[in-house]
């Protein structure tokens, strides 16, 4: 069993702790206060961190978990990298992507076909990510010759 | 009556140290096994992760901060006209920087998930006031990414308008952010200063050092496929970006379109005239043509859209510091510029003292030397140095002075 990992305690954390606090406290209740549909901003700010914790990071976990069980050690962490950075990626690219703001009578926004964009974003990152493996490479063999 | 605190001291224990047959799902020790979920990885990881995202949610909400007063200035705030690109810069940065810890937030967010199901959940008041104020720093973040990111791409489903609800929980984050660095700031500059440790991970997955890397190389990658958007010379790369500063009528983009405002046929009518009324000697009342009688003036200024993009533009048409002289305002007058438009958040805008007579102020009925577009403002619009697009008001029908 992992030690326990530390808990907070001491004067920086509590003086931070009533800062922090009067921070959210002021964010609370400006939000309250001032936007337009309280239920909407709410559901938001719940339905935001909900979907990560219940739905989102478990896929995540369950990828990870299968991944290991059922991946060679050799190329396991191709198989990872790959799959984490493409998510990553397609997070940014998502909503352009799928373009549900575009609008006809405005052809200057979401102009791009995003999809092939991404496509060709994720490519010139392996690109990129061989040649520095391989520069990386080429140097440790001139140092060792 | 002698057994209760025994009991309840049972409960507690059961409670706080359940048996491993009890913990079950997320709750078990190794239900996240593999190296980076090793206690020292996690703490790195999350050390330099949590390092990234202090300092990127810090450059967002000190800009966002700014871009709210600046569009809603309280008495004390006065925003200058000099330098014309500042707000280019400052909204350009925050947007790249709300999009580059996107990569960086879902690394960490997946880092310290398993700490989410840690047992006992609370082990002391201090401990508590922590994990409250994660729902906020957890929420917020999530929010901030979420809602910045949906909104740029021109969708608005939220329910709620996007400034105020963007502005108030950025408040909360930072919050959240401000109680989180109190709490780990110990064991972050432990595992900075710690070595690198567990680089090679003993299964065959990915590396801490591995894992950090990628999250880093997304963050980049994504800047590289977005910041185009707003700095020109590197356009063809903004591959996942929802503008290209050179698409659109003229070659510059367009937020609201004439259609989309309902303006069409009031901003197409040939007996258009500009009002210049309020605190004035001489009211005036100008017709088109007059317009274009009068002095006019070259500015090449910015447009600097809130949602992130910019296009520079060569601009033409009347200062609006001479429409006020002509119309015998004080030497110190404010001005609200109003559209056409009949409703809508951003009808009007105001010139401070310092917009107002900035001699490239211009009431603008020119674009890259060719009339303006109906979707860029025509016939008339304002078009300012070192102002948010959104105060650049488009079909403009009346200068009301103070």
Known sequence: ?145 | MVRVPGRLRGLARFLFEPPEAFRVGPFREEAFGGELHRRPNVERNAAWLGLALGVAFTVCFLTGVLSHLIQDPPGWFVWPSRPAGLYRITQGVHVATGIASIPLLFAKLWTVYPRLWRWPPVESVAHLVERVSLLALVGGSVFMVATGLINVSLWYPFGFAFPGGHFWGAWITIGGLVVHVGAKWGTTVAALRRGGGDEIASEGGLSRRGFLRLAFAASAAVTAGTIGQTVRPLERLAVIAPRRPSVGPQGLPVNKTAAEAAVRRRASDPDYRLGVGGAVARPLSLSLADLEALPQREAVLPIACVEGWSANARWGGVPVRDLLDLAGAAPDAEVTVESLQEGGAYRSSELNRGHAHDPDTLLALRVNGERLALDHGFPARLIGPNRPGVMQTKWVARLVVR
């Open chain 1, 1 to 145: 069993m992992s030690a326990r990992p530390a808990t907070p305690g001491g004067p920086l954390f509590w003086t931070l702790a009533v800062l922090g606090w009067g921070l959210i406290a002021a964010g609370i209740v400006g939000g309250l206060r001032n936007v337009t549909s309280v239920p909407h901003w709410i559901a938001w700010l719940v339905g935001g961190v909900a979907v990560h914790d219940l739905v989102v990071a478990p896929v995540v976990a369950g990828i990870g978990r299968v991944l290991r069980r059922t991946t060679g050690a050799w190329f396991r962490a191709y198989v990872q990298g790959s799959l984490a950075f493409t998510a990553l990626v397609a997070a940014v690219a998502l909503p352009n992507a799928l373009a549900f703001g575009r609008d006809p009578r405005n052809p200057s926004g979401l102009p791009a076909n995003v999809w092939g964009g991404a496509l060709l974003l994720l490519l010139e990152s392996l690109l990129v990510w061989g040649l520095v493996r391989s520069l990386r490479g080429l140097r440790r063999s001139l140092r060792s010759a």
